[in-house]
């Protein structure tokens, strides 16, 4: 059994026990789990359900491993550098997204 989740603006196709990172939202310090609501399809093999845009009553319940503050990891470092020519005039910048870092316990439909 497979769904699709939409979360931060992306898609991921997540099934049960899959460890995933997500885009960093507010979480209660002491939440255990998350709950996933935004639902495009759900597929367990033989039948498929696709919402429009999302299913009704659908949720994917993740938990973190250790704690919600634990749970947020940072991302590669992403580094830019703009340059003009003959002007000596040099700028880089980077910048390193947070995630957070869940594990899909289970689909609900």
Known sequence: MYAVIEQGGKQYKVEKGES?????TEVAPDAK????DKVL??????DIKIGA???????????????AQEAV???E?????YTRRRKNYNKKT????????????RIEH
Do not use: C, M, W
């Open 20 to 24: 995933l990172d997500i885009e960093l």
């Open 33 to 36: 789990h998350l709950e996933l």
């Open 41 to 46: 399809l759900i597929s367990d093999g033989n």
């Open 53 to 67: 845009p999302y299913l009704k009553g659908a949720k994917v319940i993740a938990s973190f491993k250790t704690s």
């Open 73 to 75: 990891v940072k991302g």
């Open 77 to 81: 470092k992403i580094q830019s550098q």
């Open 94 to 105: 980077g910048h390193r997204q947070k995630y957070l870092r869940v594990t899909i316990d």
